[in-house]
Structure formats: structure tokens, C-alpha cells
């Protein structure tokens, strides 16, 4: 069984540019989750979707966005990039919403530097 | 902001030795889960343990949970090089809820 894809892996932008980030969950799976990890501000939850519907959204800026299709593959979009987007954006995937069906699997991540 | 916190925020000791690392967190919960990260990874499922049991044990991890103290440690015993890596608990409040993380442990494990 696939586990969870992430792409593209490591990626270089410019302040001001935007990107797009893709996952692609467990077959199977319904839900996905975005987080962003920094080393200062450790693993901070972006949002959640669960069939095709934001269920939980993060504390961050509108810049951040995100989407999920009917194949439950999700996709985040950062606009006008800021230095401090750079991080390693982590996917998870699970059988339900939240927590509550069990562990999360992860991909292994979108390493993003903001230059 | 996060609800768990995890200490020590890191933690060096020999191979062969066991680690204990604790997680606090501040509200009731439907379950508490730990992760592990090797460095610039995704994070790997290690054990969850519901708000209703106490010990739970998978091979050479051993959690605890005590809900009257809102806390849980993970024992690692007989540390190996390959247990070099950061660990995270994670608590579930229900599924209306997204899971909150701690900041995590760093365990280095030297030969």
C-alpha cells in the first residue's frame, strides 16, 4: 500500500511568489492535514479536510490556503510569500476526521525556502 | 497555541539506556498519541493510548497515561542509535477537534 506522496520535496521561491503543494493521501483515506514545522515555532496545524470540506483551519493569515478533491488528494497554495513561510510543510493523512480513527500518516514533507 | 508539552526538550544518553520523555497536557481528552521524526522527516505513529487505559506497551516502548495529572511519559528501554529522533505526543479531544501537538523531545542516543 502507497503511503502518503508529497511533491514537490524541496522547492526555492522569492519573496512576493506564491506556491502550490500537493499530497496525496493513503488510498483510502478521507482525511487530510496540513502543518507547517519551523524549528522555532515547532508543528503548527494549517487545516484539515475531510472529504472534500475544511473541517479545521490553523491560526494563519489568508495567504494560506488549501483544497481537496474528490479523489481526496488536497493541495495548499502560499500567496505573496514571506521569508518567514520558509519551513517544512508535512502532509497526514487518516481514515477519518481529527484524531479520533487512530494515528496519522505522514508524508515526508515539502521542504519550502523562501528566499 | 499547543496544549501539550513535552520535556526534557532534549535528552542525551548512552546506548543501552533506557529514555523517558513526558508530555503534559492542559484539557480532557479522547486519546493521547506519540510520534517520532527523524531529522527533516514525516513523523512515524509510534502508540495511542485511550483516555480510558493507563499502560500501553508496543515492543520496547512502554506509555502511561494519567488523566488525573493530564500527563503521559513514553519509555523507550535498551536505546539504540536508530532511536536517535525527535518525539511528539499529540492529543485528541474528539473529532470536531484537530489533534494538538507539543513541542517535542529531541533524544540523541550516543554509541
Known amino acids: 500500500k502507497a503511503g502518503v506522496t508529497q511533491t514537490p520535496r524541496y522547492l526555492i521561491k522569492t519573496r512576493g511568489q506564491q506556491v502550490t503543494l500537493s499530497c496525496s493521501p493513503i488510498?483510502?483515506?478521507?482525511?487530510v492535514s496540513w502543518y507547517q514545522q519551523t524549528p522555532g515555532q515547532g508543528l503548527q496545524f494549517l487545516f484539515e479536510?475531510?472529504?472534500?470540506?475544511?473541517?479545521n483551519k490553523g491560526n494563519f493569515p489568508g495567504r494560506f490556503s488549501g483544497r481537496q478533491f474528490s479523489n481526496s488528494r488536497s493541495e495548499m497554495n502560499v500567496s505573496t510569500l514571506e521569508l518567514g513561510d520558509s519551513a517544512l510543510y508535512l502532509c497526514?493523512?487518516?481514515?477519518?476526521?481529527?484524531?479520533?480513527?487512530?494515528?496519522?500518516?505522514f508524508g515526508e514533507g515539502s521542504r519550502l525556502t523562501v528566499l | 497555541s499547543q496544549q501539550g508539552e513535552e520535556d526534557p526538550q532534549a535528552l542525551s544518553i548512552q546506548e543501552g539506556e533506557n529514555a523517558t520523555m513526558n508530555c503534559s497536557y492542559k484539557?480532557?481528552?479522547?486519546?493521547l498519541q506519540w510520534y517520532r521524526q527523524n531529522s527533516g522527516r514525516g513523523l512515524v505513529h509510534l502508540i495511542l493510548?485511550?483516555?480510558n487505559e493507563r499502560e500501553k506497551h508496543s515492543g520496547r516502548l512502554r506509555v502511561t497515561l494519567d488523566t488525573s495529572k493530564k500527563s503521559s511519559s513514553l519509555l523507550i528501554t535498551a536505546s539504540r542509535a536508530a532511536d536517535t529522533a525527535s518525539y511528539f505526543c499529540?492529543?485528541?479531544?474528539?473529532?470536531?477537534?484537530?489533534?494538538?501537538w507539543g513541542a517535542g523531545t529531541k533524544l540523541i542516543i550516543k554509541p
Open positions: 497526514a493523512s487518516s481514515l477519518g476526521p481529527g484524531g479520533n480513527t487512530g494515528e496519522l500518516f
Open positions: 488510498s483510502g483515506h478521507r482525511s
Open positions: 479536510y475531510f472529504s472534500e470540506t475544511q473541517r
Open positions: 484539557t480532557s481528552i479522547n486519546n
Open positions: 493510548i485511550r483516555s
Open positions: 499529540a492529543t485528541d479531544r474528539g473529532s470536531n477537534y484537530q489533534l494538538i
